[in-house]
């Protein structure tokens, strides 16, 4: 028994779910109001006892096992709601290594006193004589007591050792201090001294609720830094951390997008306010760490920056980042409407919110709250904000200028894999431009700017919309098709009947049976031919066996090479069809993809020689290709549903990935 089926042995869901809904008996079942959606007339939540499931026949009209509850009414990772699962069922779950666990006791360690420094700035700020100004300007920024306890605010004293003086009576050395990034050292005296100093602080925790360390905002008009985090430390590091997530990944995946703020003092008013799926970012732009954070509980990201010229400067360079972090993960790539998830076909985009000038999410929201809701609403994708930045204050009547503007804009715009969207923004660029449309097609782009291929023209619409984000860059992946294929191979070595299988499946999902021409090496292809002839007969050789009757030095040592390779144990045979089918479609893709390069090159090359004939045979064969490209990805989509589904019914969970 694994460990997630010994846990829901142990529990009642009905204990565990009465936690959160006032459930009634109802039969052999327990219903209540959802907890997920407002509904105050039908009690559409149920409970089933003897399955350990719930249900909600109502608006959500979703389900699933204890582990789904939790993780959707608290906005957990799977890993979250193992842990806290376990601890109430009195599961231990494995321990890790020393080294480990010697790491875990420092950072626990570091988080207590943490925890203890953010009670002490806490009462500070509610009861010290000396925390009367603070008091004042926090009232003043529009917070009530509700919003300074749930973000626990306080205030460090205008003392150079009254922090260290308090914790050292506590029990905690100055290393402990110095560690935690209370305590700081001076450069040349090499004395040591309270950090934070007069100042509003913040504290700052991480994803899964444990504080992290501190923004302290000064107090003094004429200090600097206005913000002054804590330094790089064992739990503390500002490029994995958005300030607010733990409070807001729930709201975050309620409202289908996350809102990206520069501040602090914007997400505490915007929470205050009710819109809380808004987080801060750390530093002057985001890095990928925050990304990754960010996609784990979105699809959708709406940056939400100053109105300033350093503002716009500060999106730029967050988009910048975006498409850097998001190129170099290898199976995405950046376009229009934003980020492109190949590995699960999920789709993300990022939007800009452009804020009244001289205004911040804080100052919006504070003067009118009902105008934060419409300009999130209208926030502008990508492609169009760099338009509006990038021409904003344009000298219309300096053609240099123009040219610049066309240059630095070009390349985005050539990312845009659907052609409408990508005429679309083209025409926009013109006409911010105040230029002919055609003349941005013969723009050359300095070196290293990277304009995309171009592509066929009139190529037809996606099927539906947003699917062709789903097009994707495919370079670098040859090792990645011949891993796959190669484990096609092998897991058809050890079990035949895996062929006929994965074919009907595929049939099914309307996409072709495995032919030799999906192989890429010739003794795979081989290889592919014994096989499926050994398949229709009644005794079929294998491993030595099969070596000998392939008779053939170079397939042998191909097939030696590729027993080599892991098995999968038969216990998890039944998902292994479905597993090889989404690898098949998946070097597939990548082989469709590569056509496509090689097409477009072709094309190019026609259109170079002014020769229309050719031009439209390749472009007829470039959208053949793409609609072959779309019809695939339609599939692995299917298939991939499938077999999360199949997955977490097996396991007992409802996670949202495999």
Same mark, same amino acid.
């Given at each position: ?154 205030? %460090? ?99 289908? !997008? ?77 376009? =229009? ?18 804020? /009244? ?43 240099? %200028? ?43 782009? /300095? ?49 035949? !009947? ?136 339609? =599939? ?23």
């Amino acid at each position: 028994m694994n460990v997630t089926d010994e846990i829901k042995n142990r529990l009642d869901i009905v204990d565990v779910i009465s936690d959160y809904v006032q459930l009634r008996k109802s039969g052999h079942s327990y219903s209540g109001f959802c907890p997920f959606h407002s509904n105050t007339r039908t009690p559409a939540f149920v409970v089933f006892p003897s399955t350990q499931t719930w249900r909600c026949f109502g608006a959500c009209a979703e389900g699933g096992d204890v582990f789904s509850f939790l993780m959707k009414k608290q906005g957990w990772e799977f890993k979250e709601t193992l842990a806290h699962l376990a601890e109430r069922a009195g599961v231990k779950l494995e321990e890790r290594g020393p080294a480990d666990r010697e790491q875990q006791t420092v950072e626990d360690r570091l988080t207590d006193l943490l925890t203890a420094a953010a009670d002490y700035f806490h009462q500070l700020l509610l009861y010290a004589p000396q925390a009367e100004f603070v008091r004042q300007y926090v009232a003043g920024r529009g917070l009530n007591e509700g919003t300074v306890a749930t973000f626990k605010l306080g205030y %460090a004293l205008d003392s150079w050792d009254a922090c260290r003086s308090h914790f050292n009576m506590q029990g905690y050395g100055d290393d402990e201090l110095l560690d935690a990034g209370l305590l700081t050292v001076h450069e040349t005296k090499g004395s040591r001294y309270d950090r934070f100093r007069h100042r509003l602080m913040v504290p700052i925790y991480d994803v899964d609720g444990r504080i992290a360390g501190f923004g302290a905002r000064t107090l003094d008009p004429d200090g600097l830094p206005k913000y002054l985090n804590s330094p790089q430390t064992a739990v503390f590091d500002k490029s994995r951390l958005l300030f607010g997530l733990d409070k807001a990944k729930r709201h975050i995946r309620e409202a289908r !997008q996350v809102v990206i703020v520069e501040g602090y003092m914007d997400v505490i008013q915007a929470w205050q306010a009710g819109f809380r799926n808004v987080v801060a970012q750390m530093g002057t732009a985001l890095t990928e760490e925050q990304l990754r954070l960010a996609k784990r509980y979105s699809k959708r990201f709406v940056l939400a920056l100053d109105a300033d010229a350093a503002g716009a400067k500060a999106t730029l360079r967050s988009l910048e980042v975006a498409r850097e972090t998001l190129d170099r993960e290898g199976d995405v790539r950046f376009d =229009a409407r934003g980020l492109v998830r190949h590995e699960g076909r999920l789709q993300a985009d990022i939007r800009i919110v452009t804020l /009244p000038e001289g205004n911040d999410p804080d100052k919006v929201i504070r003067t009118d709250p009902t105008l934060w809701p419409k300009l999130v609403a209208q926030a502008q994708p990508v492609v169009a904000y760099v338009i509006d930045v990038v021409t904003r204050s344009l000298d219309l009547d300096d053609p240099k %200028a123009k040219t610049a503007a066309a240059q630095e804009v070009l390349p985005l715009i050539g990312d845009v894999v659907d052609p409408i969207e990508r005429e679309h923004y083209r025409q926009m660029l013109a006409r911010a431009l105040r230029i002919d449309e055609r003349v941005l097609h013969k723009v050359s782009l /300095p070196a290293g700017r990277g304009r995309s291929q171009p592509r066929p023209a009139a190529l037809p619409a996606p099927e539906k919309p947003g699917t062709a984000g789903l097009v994707v860059a495919m370079s670098g992946k040859m090792a990645a098709t011949d891993l796959r294929q190669a484990n096609y191979l092998r897991q058809c070595l050890s079990y035949p !009947q895996l062929m006929a299988q994965v074919d009907k499946k595929l049939t099914l999902n309307r996409q072709p049976a495995i032919a030799e021409t999906d192989f890429t090496r010739p003794d795979d292809r081989a290889l592919w031919r014994y096989l499926r002839q050994q398949a229709g007969q009644r005794t079929v050789a294998a491993g030595e066996d099969l070596c000998d009757s392939l008779q053939d030095e170079v397939l042998c040592q191909r097939l030696q090479a590729l027993l080599t390779l892991p098995q999968t144990p038969e216990s998890e045979l039944d998902r292994l069809p479905d597993s090889l089918v989404l690898s098949v479609l998946d070097w597939r893709l990548e082989q469709v993809r590569s056509l496509m390069d090689k097409v477009m090159q072709l094309w190019r090359e026609a259109q170079v020689q002014a020769n229309p004939d050719m031009v439209d045979m390749y472009g007829q064969q470039y959208r053949e290709l793409t609609q072959m490209f779309l019809r695939m990805s339609k =599939a692995q989509g299917a298939m991939s549903g499938m077999n999360r589904q199949a997955a977490q019914e097996s396991s007992g969970t409802t996670t949202g990935q495999v």
